[in-house]
């Protein structure tokens, strides 16, 4: 064999096939990246939650029925634990990417060993977790007001999960369309926050007039906090299995959209 078939015969530069995954590297930096400013991350939604339940327990307890025989400050509670995860699970992703965008480091996702498949897990795993944190802290904070004890931890736990990874998927299909913090802002401005607020945190859907409880309905944030609640009361607007089907149903759409476009280096690659 002469000396070219030999070199026609190998690729010049042999594939590594020992240096494994990116995958850990990628998860830790983006839970160390809200945990390092926790203060900011952690600490600050809890504030806001106990702001807006100081004010409006005091405002309305009393006079808001709700669920019949539930205080409407116990009530109130699974609802500002529940947009409080799903803010800062949005939060997490969206920001993250943005930031790699515009300071340029975007690329050192793209080089390493990393598939979209990994590169959306440890998105939407870091998303989940501080979603969590923030909820749990929340709950914690509010013991010290009124006692709150969960009736069913499977119902709460599922709920809490899927509704941060359909709030952790949308952050990723926005930090990916965004290309400045303009755009990231209109998309939680104007989707994000009246999806939210409209969803029945603050009001069970049937004190709604028909129409308004129509359109209800058709938000998917409503169905994650009425099942969320279920967890607590046993009691909700519409059937846990029903919300449940919708909150899925809505999470395995949009990880195929986000999968799609991570896969297609949809603004990733320009």
Same mark, same amino acid.
């Given at each position: 064999m002469s000396w070219s078939d030999g070199m026609s015969s190998s690729p010049l530069i042999q594939p590594r096939t020992d240096m494994g995954s990116g995958f850990p590297t990628l998860l830790r930096k983006e839970?160390?990246?809200?945990?390092?400013?926790?203060?900011q991350t952690?600490?600050?939604?809890?504030?806001?939650?106990?702001?807006?339940?100081?004010?409006?327990?005091?405002?309305?307890?009393?006079?808001?029925?709700?669920?019949?025989?539930v205080p409407y400050t116990s009530f109130l509670i699974p609802g500002l634990?529940?947009? #409080?995860?799903?803010?800062?699970?949005?939060?997490?992703?969206? #920001? #993250?990417?943005?930031q790699s965008r515009i300071t340029g480091n975007l690329v050192f996702i793209l080089l390493p060993p990393l598939s979209h498949r990994e590169i959306f897990a440890a998105y939407i795993l870091a998303a989940t977790v501080r979603g969590l944190c923030v909820g749990a802290c929340?709950?914690?904070?509010?013991?010290?007001?009124?006692?709150l004890p969960v009736s069913n931890v499977l119902w709460v736990l599922v709920f809490a999960v899927l509704s941060c990874g359909i709030m952790g998927t949308l952050g990723v299909i926005a930090g990916l369309w965004s290309e400045k913090f303009d755009q990231l802002a209109a998309f939680q401005n104007f989707l994000i926050m009246p999806a939210t607020f409209l969803s029945g945190v603050f009001y069970s859907i049937h004190s709604l007039?028909?129409?308004?409880?129509?359109?209800s309905r058709w938000n998917p944030i409503f169905y994650t906090i009425d099942g969320f609640r279920y967890g607590f009361f046993a009691v909700s607007d519409v059937s846990p299995w029903h919300s449940l089907a919708v909150v899925a149903a809505v999470f395995f759409v949009l990880c195929f959209f986000a999968?799609?476009?991570?896969? #297609?280096?949809?603004?990733?690659r320009t």
């Open positions: 839970l160390t990246r809200f945990w390092k400013v926790g203060f952690i600490a600050a939604p809890v504030i806001t939650a106990l702001l807006y339940l100081l004010i409006f327990a005091h405002v309305l307890e009393g006079r808001v029925q709700v669920f019949g025989t634990m529940m947009m #409080s995860m799903l803010q800062n699970a949005f939060a997490n992703p969206s #920001s #993250s990417l943005i929340v709950w914690l904070v509010a013991l010290f007001f009124i006692p007039p028909p129409f308004w409880l129509a359109v999968l799609r476009l991570l896969a #297609s280096g949809y603004k990733l």
